[in-house]
């Protein structure tokens, strides 16, 4: 773990796995940061380059001050592969975290290897935003001023119904969600740029291999943004896990991380030894 200079405000990264395999950036949705990928998921990245950081203002990365974009985001990514001497990287994004790999993937061509673009959400025509009951769900737990309501509204609307009623899933998410938890102000800003986001019509431009996934049960961002993304981008595949919800990675670990292993496999950066 380490904090490096990006743009000249610290960025948190953690940096783990072997040196030597495929680079991966590691891009967290809103409210979200380095520590809430899970080791479930991480073990199954084992022998990658498993490269995960904290956007501005969040986990231990540095506060700036004013609005942001998505792509904002993105370029600080891309600037954060400059920092550790990266020329190209796979990038898995998911949810927010996924339209800041659209952005960098658009406006960086060179710099993304395998694209995998989990649980998102494109803009634009045809793309279907969260519910309002969803919304409301999630800002009467946020609101109420009890910080285990508001672990338990957000457990209920980032997984299927059958994960829901796992309570051992729900106490290693809840484990995770209070390290470091993202400031209600930082996710308003979050939430703002996430409505900014429009790259439909732009997507026919991306060149990267691009994998996306999305669970069928996804109440946050519908499965039709997942179709809707991989149609979009040329040549795309898409993986639509069933009976799972928004948080495909939590919920199914072991399929989600060989899921992107064998995508990264199959386009390497790094030459075989000899």
């Known amino acids: 773990m380490a904090l490096v200079d990006v743009n000249g405000a610290p960025v948190h990264v953690d940096r783990r796995g072997a040196r030597t395999g495929e680079p991966l950036l590691l891009v967290q949705g809103l409210s ?3 520590a809430h990928w899970g080791q479930p998921f991480l073990s199954g990245l084992s022998g990658l380059d498993l490269i995960a950081y904290d956007h501005r203002n969040t986990g231990r990365s540095a506060r700036r001050p004013g609005a942001f974009t998505i792509a904002d985001l993105a ?3 891309a600037r954060l592969l ?9 990038v898995l994004g998911i949810s927010m975290g996924g339209m800041v790999a659209q952005e960098l993937a658009l406006r960086h061509p060179d710099r993304v290897g395998a694209l995998v673009i989990g649980c998102s959400y494109p803009g634009g025509q045809g793309s279907v935003l969260t519910s309002g009951e969803v919304i409301q769900e999630l800002a009467g737990g946020l609101l109420g001023g009890d910080p285990a309501r508001a672990q338990r509204a957000a457990w209920q609307v980032n997984v299927s119904a059958a994960a829901a009623r796992d309570e051992a899933l729900f106490e290693a998410f809840s484990a995770l969600a209070r390290v470091d938890p993202v400031p209600l102000e930082v996710m308003m800003s979050q939430f703002r740029a996430v409505m900014g986001h429009d790259a439909s019509a732009r997507l026919s431009a991306v060149t990267a291999p691009t994998l996306v996934i999305h669970g069928d049960e996804d109440r946050l961002l519908p499965v039709a943004n997942g179709r809707l993304i991989a149609a979009r981008i040329p040549e795309a595949r898409l993986e639509v896990l069933g009976s799972v919800g928004h948080l495909f990675f939590v919920e199914r670990p072991e399929r989600s991380a060989r899921l992107v292993r064998d995508w990264v496999a199959g386009h390497a950066l790094v030459a075989p030894a000899q």
Do not use: T, Y
């Open 32 to 34: 979200g940061h380095s």
């Open 75 to 77: 370029d600080d990514a």
């Open 82 to 90: 400059d920092v550790l001497g990266l020329a190209r990287a796979h």
